[in-house]
């Protein structure tokens, strides 16, 4: 068995696997020179592009799994969003903030998904049999930011408003997890071997607001795929939630670089595995802080079986390539037995 899949599965492997949250990306020359060529929308509707930019990090970083190449926010406009991108990220036109009585909103409906995300997926499968390859779905709170706000809501402060003093907002909470959990499913049934679900915004709540407006509902995505693949799920800001992930139980828990492996693994129930958690910021500006970083992290994996190698965030732009090269080597030479 291939030495990521087994340790989502807290089987026996030969060495820890390690893979990179937004491997694909800015930091790879192969992927701008693409990227002059195609936008993000060009991009993900076609599958040769798409899988030829997903399977670009395992072929120069030598990474044990890839991740599809998509964006959270492409299937809202299967909900009737209309997004835009500019320099600072996708903006929604008729988010909430400017469309509150939700004209042209409705249900996820999947035949109205223009990415071919799901042909990629089979294309890589069919080139890449060897690899591994992991689907996602943006976390409730993190699309919700989006579309409640129309642009990033940093440290979530429109959408908590909405989130407080809104009726509306358990709606439009539940239309989401709907799509979530649909969106998981198309990409299961096109092969995918793992999901990951993106929450990056999740740590910007409070425990008790966490419990309160989201947990049953992360329970319920969790319940609906746990079981068929593997799942992994990710958020920032998480170490005052982590307890709580012992009732959500997802396969794997993916920790930022704000909490230990070992902090972690004395809260955590054993079958739940661990993924992280290099600061990414290390990773970018310091190849000897990088790799000290990362062999330290290492030493606290020992008896952890269900383990993964990532950063705690996704790859910077400015991160060098032959960085992530050595921590990939580190984490492969790294006697854990």
């Given at each position: 068995?291939?030495?990521?899949?087994?340790?989502?599965?807290?089987?026996?492997?030969?060495?820890?696997?390690?893979?990179?949250?937004?491997?694909?990306?800015?930091?790879?020359?192969?992927?701008?020179?693409?990227?002059?060529?195609?936008?993000?929308?060009?991009?993900?509707?076609?599958?040769?592009?798409?899988?030829?930019?997903?399977?670009?990090?395992?072929?120069?970083?030598?990474?044990?799994?890839?991740?599809?190449?998509?964006?959270?926010?492409?299937?809202?406009?299967?909900?009737?969003?209309?997004?835009?991108?500019?320099?600072?990220?996708?903006?929604?036109?008729?988010?909430?903030?400017?469309?509150?009585?939700?004209?042209?909103?409705?249900?996820?409906?999947?035949?109205?998904?223009?990415?071919?995300?799901?042909?990629?997926?089979?294309?890589?499968?069919?080139?890449?049999?060897?690899?591994?390859?992991?689907?996602?779905?943006?976390?409730?709170?993190?699309?919700?930011?989006?579309?409640?706000?129309?642009?990033?809501?940093?440290?979530?402060?429109?959408?908590?408003?909405?989130?407080?003093?809104?009726?509306?907002?358990?709606?439009?909470?539940?239309?989401?997890?709907?799509?979530?959990?649909?969106?998981?499913?198309?990409?299961?049934?096109?092969?995918?071997?793992?999901?990951?679900?993106?929450?990056?915004?999740?740590?910007?709540?409070?425990?008790?607001?966490?419990?309160?407006?989201?947990?049953?509902?992360?329970?319920?995505?969790?319940?609906?795929?746990?079981?068929?693949?593997?799942?992994?799920?990710?958020?920032?800001?998480?170490?005052?939630?982590?307890?709580?992930?012992?009732?959500?139980?997802?396969?794997?828990?993916?920790?930022?670089?704000?909490?230990?492996?070992?902090?972690?693994?004395?809260?955590?129930?054993?079958?739940?595995?661990?993924q992280g958690n290099l600061d990414p910021y290390v990773a970018q500006y310091s190849?000897?802080?990088?790799?000290?970083?990362?062999?330290?992290?290492?030493?606290?994996?020992?008896?952890?079986?269900?383990?993964?190698?990532?950063?705690?965030?996704?790859?910077?732009?400015?991160?060098?390539?032959?960085?992530?090269?050595?921590?990939?080597?580190?984490?492969?030479?790294?006697?854990?037995?």
């Open positions: 068995m291939n030495n990521f899949i087994a340790a989502l599965h807290g089987d026996q492997h030969e060495r820890i696997p390690v893979w990179f949250m937004r491997q694909a990306g800015r930091y790879m020359s192969e992927y701008q020179e693409i990227r002059k060529n195609y936008n993000i929308r060009q991009m993900c509707m076609d599958p040769a592009i798409t899988e030829k930019i997903t399977y670009l990090p395992v072929n120069v970083l030598k990474v044990d799994a890839a991740i599809i190449f998509a964006d959270i926010i492409l299937p809202l406009e299967a909900m009737g969003y209309s997004i835009d991108f500019n320099a600072n990220g996708p903006v929604i036109q008729n988010g909430y903030r400017n469309n509150r009585d939700m004209h042209g909103i409705h249900e996820f409906d999947s035949n109205a998904l223009q990415y071919r995300t799901m042909d990629a997926i089979r294309l890589f499968k069919q080139k890449h049999p060897e690899t591994p390859i992991i689907g996602f779905s943006g976390g409730i709170i993190t699309v919700l930011s989006y579309l409640l706000a129309g642009t990033s809501d940093n440290n979530l402060i429109y959408t908590k408003k909405i989130m407080i003093n809104d009726s509306a907002f358990t709606g439009i909470k539940n239309m989401i997890k709907n799509m979530i959990i649909t969106y998981l499913k198309m990409q299961i049934s096109a092969g995918v071997d793992a999901v990951q679900i993106f929450d990056s915004w999740l740590g910007s709540l409070s425990p008790y607001m966490f419990e309160k407006y989201l947990k049953k509902d992360i329970m319920e995505i969790v319940g609906e795929i746990k079981g068929k693949i593997p799942l992994i799920y990710f958020s920032t800001g998480n170490s005052g939630m982590i307890e709580q992930f012992n009732d959500i139980k997802p396969d794997v828990i993916s920790l930022d670089w704000r909490t230990s492996i070992s902090h972690a693994g004395k809260i955590l129930r054993p079958e739940i595995g661990i190849k000897e802080s990088a790799i000290a970083e990362t062999k330290s992290i290492l030493k606290q994996t020992a008896g952890i079986n269900n383990y993964v190698f990532n950063l705690g965030h996704g790859v910077l732009p400015e991160t060098s390539p032959s960085t992530l090269k050595e921590i990939v080597e580190t984490v492969h030479e790294h006697n854990f037995h």
